[in-house]
């Protein structure tokens, strides 16, 4: 991958090094995160060693892609994460997903991480469109989505709301 690098976040792949097992594993026990992303059952520092000793296959599959999103120049200061799943393979359409520590949030990382991924996705990795699922009772992870180019869709039950960014035609 290119780096992947803005003013306030750097894009790079879950590591055995940088002490990735314990951060993902702290990750998946914010409140936060669990109630609005999906998370293992098994949110143990082992169950996350595994989950990202088996990263590199599901990138090379080119099924999913999950990048640690971190200070600029500092790779084992990690902010959150960034991803997607590519959900319709024929089609090229993949679903993103993103969330950050609470003392990363609200200085804009979020839009940055998800803007670098959707840059990167569109233009280099040929993917014709991506979506988010947000929740309206959780404004923040819409308006990043909104911030990062993509257009509400429509609403689905139980207040889902549906962003979507095209490649451009042509
Ligand atoms: C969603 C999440 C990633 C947002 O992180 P963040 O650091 O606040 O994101 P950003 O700072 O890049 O942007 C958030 C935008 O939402 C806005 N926002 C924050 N709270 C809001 C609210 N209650 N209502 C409306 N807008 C809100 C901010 O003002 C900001 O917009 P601005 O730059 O125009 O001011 C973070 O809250 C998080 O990790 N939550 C838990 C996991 C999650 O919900 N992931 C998304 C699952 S779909």
Redesign the pocket.
């Known amino acids: 991958m290119p780096p992947l690098r803005g003013p306030n976040v750097a894009l790079r792949p879950w590591s055995t090094d940088f002490g990735d097992a314990v951060t993902l594993s702290r990750a998946w026990n ?1 409140p ?2 669990v ?3 999906t998370v293992p059952d098994d949110r143990s520092v082992e169950a996350a060693r595994r989950w990202v000793g088996a990263e590199g296959a599901r990138r090379d599959d080119g099924l999913a892609v999950d990048l640690v999103a971190t200070e600029p120049g500092e790779p084992d200061r990690v902010h ?1 994460e960034v991803g997607f799943v590519l959900v319709k393979p024929d089609r090229r359409w993949a679903e993103v ?5 609470p003392e ?9 991480a998800l803007r670098l991924l959707t840059e990167w996705a569109i233009h280099d990795l040929a993917i014709r469109r991506l979506f ?4 309206a009772a ?7 989505a909104r ?1 990062a180019g993509y257009d509400l869709a429509g609403a689905l039950d139980g207040g889902v709301e549906v962003w979507v960014r095209d490649r451009p035609a042509g």
Request: hydrophobic content about 40%; cysteine-free; glycine content about 16%.
């Open positions: 914010d936060d995160v109630r609005w992303t959150g997903g993103y969330w950050l520590f990363a949030r609200g200085a804009g990382r979020a839009t940055e988010a699922r947000t929740n959780n404004p923040a992870a819409g308006a990043v911030l």
